[in-house]
């Protein structure tokens, strides 16, 4: 059961920047940007940290004390990406609007 939870975390984390930033694309001014790093590095370092536990629960060792440490950096690195997607999409829409008008 504990497997199942972290693994429910671990995708919960994969799907979080896709929704923070679906919705700084929505509303840009309901989702400043202190906000998107704060709401993506906060509730993903909790995301982190609790699939470390669950799983240490079953399988013992000392990845929660990583986790607690630098699952701020993790989640940053797994960011980073997506930050680079979404400034491509928007220049992209940026120009394709520019064209038109």
């Known amino acids: 059961m504990n497997d199942v ?7 919960a984390l994969a799907v979080l920047p896709l929704v923070v930033l679906g919705l700084r694309a929505a509303r840009p001014k309901l989702m ?3 906000a998107v790093f704060l709401i993506v ?14 799983s240490e629960t079953a399988n013992g ?3 929660h004390v990583f986790a607690l440490f630098f699952g701020w950096a993790f989640v940053l690195i797994w960011f980073a990406p997506w930050l680079l997607v979404y400034a491509a ?3 992209f829409r940026r120009r394709h609007a520019s064209r038109n008008a």
């Open 61 to 63: 060792g000392a990845g």
């Open 41 to 54: 590095v906060g509730l993903g370092w909790g995301l982190v940290f609790v699939s470390a536990m669950l």
């Open 32 to 34: 400043p940007w202190w």
């Open 89 to 91: 999409i928007q220049y």
């Open 5 to 11: 939870l972290s693994l429910a975390c671990l995708v």
